[in-house]
């Protein structure tokens, strides 16, 4: 509670305060008084709330726009639509069916390769797609999880990225390094994941709180220091024994997440679904209850919201911004435990591949909600896990899934563009309401 | 130029601002548009304007339905509009800023400034504006401001003026000076549109009033209806302008000030070396104009902005040095300045913002875990307490009226003990009603024996409400004087006003003796003697 802002005012340059300054109605600061058309306080909401605000149905809107513009850029991609098209007047009709062939096969693909694939030989086959979207969205949902209290306390968190390397260099050496009993082993890599992520995230939120310092940019060079720093540590010997190459010793079998479904309970399964999904489940709830039932979440929702006001009600920005922050790298530390303990089983300079990115676009997708970031991490795990599949069979490239993950991000962001599209009101005028946060919570 | 406004509509959603009204504003004559904040005036001077495009009605110029299609077609049939908050670039000299968008120009597009600066003066001379062309805008204060763009408007060949709430940034001196001018203005022939809430200057000054409620014309009245059957005709039934309260019964002095000083980061001194202090029991009004330190020294109690130098104790104990947390627990009650900015989260429901202080203390919250239902059944009963109109505590504040979110504060911060409580502007933008709610309760924190500080820059409230008046100017106190006199008279208004423009209280005393301000000539009761004449009259009493 002690520590303040040096500066005695609250400093300028965050998106905190820009929200603080933007969301004063211009009538209400002035002089006497607002007079303005209507009886109603105004709400000028930024950016960030308008992203956060929207209601599912523009999250739902947003992805199935971008599967369309991804759609056509296949069709562009493919060998056949181009060739037709050479002879696109002779015959218009063989560059529209080419076009719908080269869609629908590579989607249908995507949706055996992420699903259910109704042409593989046994049942289990048939449902281990899905159980790999399940896999890969583990750590986009961990980590969109703290990109999303980020968000809701008006920091941009940049930082997964890092703080999932740090915490996957901290889970794997005790995951590795050590010899504990069953169980215990595992639970203490998971915690050490957990701290080394917490500690990564919580650097930028000391700077922040202490000095001012841009969590964005901070975020985004501790990023850089953690890619060297394991590159770096992967040389040594302790991580890299035998100096075979990029990768850590094996995790020891006590220290790793056990399948969910083990062979014995379902011979010859084959899946990788580990009990890291399970974390990630109980995370969500754990992170629900934070945001809407406990002081902390209100903290951070009162400063995310109006930091002016947080401040003037005894509430300390500066504590909670390092409150989130360290909570944020909490979870993207979890994030790393479930790709080294579950998923790849050791430490690799790519282990947190391009999850901490993902998860920013999780974290919009899912409008920072607790439920919608895990099931838009569902959906990027999906979107992953169907890539290889659709790659192997149409030859389309899995880069079609980044354009749709960017498209993605770029129609949340624009929220305005996405309504004209398909003709939707604008629920900010004439009178705004705040859709119900309920939504896709209910849905879970 | 006669200007006609027939059955002029505005809807904005379901919320109809303007609805059927008509306004007739005869030539030379200063027609006072007289309604609450939010009453729909603002919107009908920006159809008037060509903002505003109406949904129904039409507008008249000398007997011709116009169609402004924006601000130039307003200006060219000779409407000119002076803004609440002026448009006018700080960095640019005045005759810069009258040639801004109407420029001069000579052969091949050169800017004639000398011709722009040649119709300030002409203008300024004319009505005795005594503004100089070539000052700097931000340096001139902001009254001077004012008549530029006045000048501004009228350099445009504005037959009929529209002044937006002018008063609201003029000291009583400053507020005379406009009135003088509005008169000069009028005989010159220039019709003028005076948008108020405030009953004292529509009375000084206007030839006819239209009360606007609701969006709609709810009469006509003479300038020679009282104020308060003109409060009465505004807010829709009849209020009481004073409040009623019993003569103070101060303790002892439980909040004490001394030497303190707050310094900008950019070495501006905001708060300089002022030392008062309030006794249990009594209120405390810092009058003075806007920015002059009040705000620093509000935010200074709270802990929000740190002081430099001097002490500051609330029954004994040092305030100085605790966080903002430490000073609301122990006693501390803080209403802002800015309701939307610091006052409430406008996102968070009713409920939430009625615990925004206390939502980590018993019985709100066991540990780290929040009762939502405790906090429901808190919001049910502080709106209840507090007439707070609402559908449900559980939608956002920013659905309320700025009057009921004003409620909410007062009710958060009133619901727990207090030793001192600090209200700043505490009835700024509010309707009548609310007002006098709100003055009602800090009168009742006062009669349970808290010591109340008001930081107002409205003079007729701190009249209204204070013990005793602390007069700020450019961060000092200029002095502390009772509101009732031991004969029991209250303070004389053209005192306190001149102590707001920094004259210390004796010499203020003796030119007030000497001359009289037009806003204290103004009649309050309507018996046909100017209120300042009336000074040692019973009817004070």
Redesign the interface.
Known sequence: ??E?NP???PTGSDAGEEQ??A???P?????????????????RPTVL?QIL?GSALMSVLAVVLALLIGGFLIAFADQDVREASGYFFARPTDTLSATWTSMTEAYIAMFRGSVFDWRADTFAGMVKPFTESMVFSIPLILAGLGIAVGFRAGLFNIGAQGQIIVGAIVAAWLGFHFDLPPVIHLLVAILGGLIGGAVWGGIPGVLKARFGANEVIVTIMLNYIAVYLITYILKQPAFNPGRTGQRSPAIAADATYPLLVPQWLWPGNGFRLHWGFVVAILATVLVWWLME????G??I??VG??P?????????VGRTTIITMVIAGALAGLAAGGQVMGTERSLTAGVAASFGFDAITVALLGRSRPWGTFFAGLLFGALKAGGFLMQSLTATPIDIVLVVQSLIVLLIAAPPLVRSIFRLPDPG????R?AAPATTEATA | MKLELQGIT?V????V?NDHIDLVVEPGEIHALL?????????LM?VLYGLYDPDDGQILVDGRPVRFKGPGDAVAAGIGMVH??FMLVPVFTVAESVALGYEPAGPGGVLRLDEARRRVREISDRFGFQVDPDAVVEDLPVGVQQRVEIIKALSRDAHVLILD?PT??LTPQETDELIRIMGELKDAGTSIVFIT?KLREVRAVADRITVIRRGKVVGEASPTSTETELASLMVGRAVSLTVDKDPADPGEAAFQVKDLSVVA?NGTVLVDDISFDVRAGEILCIAGV?GNGQTELAEVI?G???ADAGTMTLDGEDLLGR???????AGVG?V?E???????????SIA?NLV??L??TAPF?RG???S?AKVAANAEQRTEEFDVRHTSVQD?I?????GN?QKVVLAREMSRPLRLLVASQPT???DVGSIEFVHKRMVAERDRGTPVIIVS?ELDEVMALADRIAVMYRGRIVGVLDAVDEDGHPVNRDVLGLMMAGVPLDEAQRQASEHMSALAMADLDGDGIPDALQQGGEEQE
């Open positions: 509670m002690s303040h500066s005695g005012r603080a300054v969301a004063a109605p009538g209400e600061t002035g002089v006497s008084g607002g007079h303005g058309p209507t009886h109603r306080e105004h709400e709330h605000s039932r406990s002081t902390v209100f903290e929702r009162a919201a109006n002016a006001a947080a401040r003037t009600a005894g509430m300390s005028r004439p009178r705004r705040r | 505005k904005f959603g379901s919320l601002a309604g609450e904040n939010g009453a729909g005036k603002s919107t920006n609440q908050h709430e609201a940034v809430h980061d806007q709270l929000l902005e740190e966080s903002v947390k430490k000073r609301l627990r803080f802002p800015d309701r939307s900015t610091d006052g409430v989260v406008s996102s968070f939430e925004l202080d939502y980590d919250a780290l875990s929040m939502p956002p920013s659905t309320l009226s700025g979110a700024r933008g509010l820059t």
